[in-house]
């Protein structure tokens, strides 16, 4: 018949199976809400600051988890050492149960690494389409930035453009002011042509006024140099 140190041991390993059992199925509820996300561009470090039962939980669980194996396994140890105990004569039983414990124990262990690796599969994935992303995103942010380069730069050269079309028209527009004035210019000269060839006198009245008039100025230099000569004559005596 087992004695209560072997019922109380088997009670405390079967609690810690029944703790385990509820933190492996949290475990596993976590990893299979981590890989429906795993597509999102949440990294490991945004996934870690999540608290509570949410994604970033992941951690606080494992930890658990692998405190109830340490703890089954002193446990299971305790059944062995009861079992080998010579005052105590080991049954069928006892090593049947001690066993099933140990078994449960691997089943626990190869389950928890299973989720632990699948979790952190779907984590690296996360980061390497996280790191992908950024650097879409940076290639984005620098292409346009370049393009708001190149559209101020054609801003700037349609603006000088349009500067160089109206200094054009504002030549063109001169250069038909001076066409303008140069043709009524040309059709004053014709005018006075024609006005002149209809009066001949005018012409002839024209012709003997500058006549006399470079008589006078012939006349005039005369007399002044006259009086110089007679000016020096007088101051120098000869």
């Not at 990294?43 to 930890?63: F, H």
């Not at 105590?88 to 066993?99: E, F, I």
């Not at 620098?142 to 700037?156: G, N, Y």
Request: aromatic content about 6%; overall charge neutral; charged content about 25%.
């Amino acid at each position: 018949m087992a004695t209560p140190s072997w019922d109380n041991a088997r009670r405390h390993a079967r609690a810690l199976e029944t703790a385990l059992d509820s933190k492996l199925s949290t475990y596993s509820k976590l990893a299979a809400t981590i890989a429906r996300g795993g597509g999102s561009s949440k990294d490991q470090s945004s996934l870690e600051q999540e608290d509570g039962d949410g994604i970033g939980g992941y951690k606080l669980v494992e930890e658990e988890i692998e405190e109830l194996l340490g703890k089954l396994e002193q446990a299971i140890d305790d059944l062995s050492t009861l079992i080998n105990s010579p005052s105590q004569p080991p049954s069928a039983s006892m090593q049947h149960a001690a066993q099933r414990h140990r078994d449960n124990l691997d089943d626990y262990r190869r389950d928890f690494i299973r989720t632990r690796g699948n979790v952190e599969q779907t984590i690296r994935r996360s980061n390497l389409l996280g790191s992908v992303r950024k650097d879409i995103n940076d290639y984005k942010k620098a292409t346009d930035s370049q393009t708001d380069a190149l559209l101020q730069d054609r801003s700037r050269i349609d603006s000088s453009h349009r500067m160089i079309d109206d200094t054009l028209n504002q030549a063109y527009a001169t250069r038909e002011d001076f066409a303008q004035q140069r043709g009524l210019l040309s059709s004053i000269d014709s005018r006075m042509g024609g006005v002149l060839s209809q009066m001949p006198g005018i012409n002839s009245l024209i012709t003997a006024i500058r006549t006399r008039r470079r008589r006078d100025t012939l006349i005039l230099g005369c007399v002044v140099g006259f009086c110089v000569i007679l000016l020096l004559g007088y101051t120098f005596g000869f």
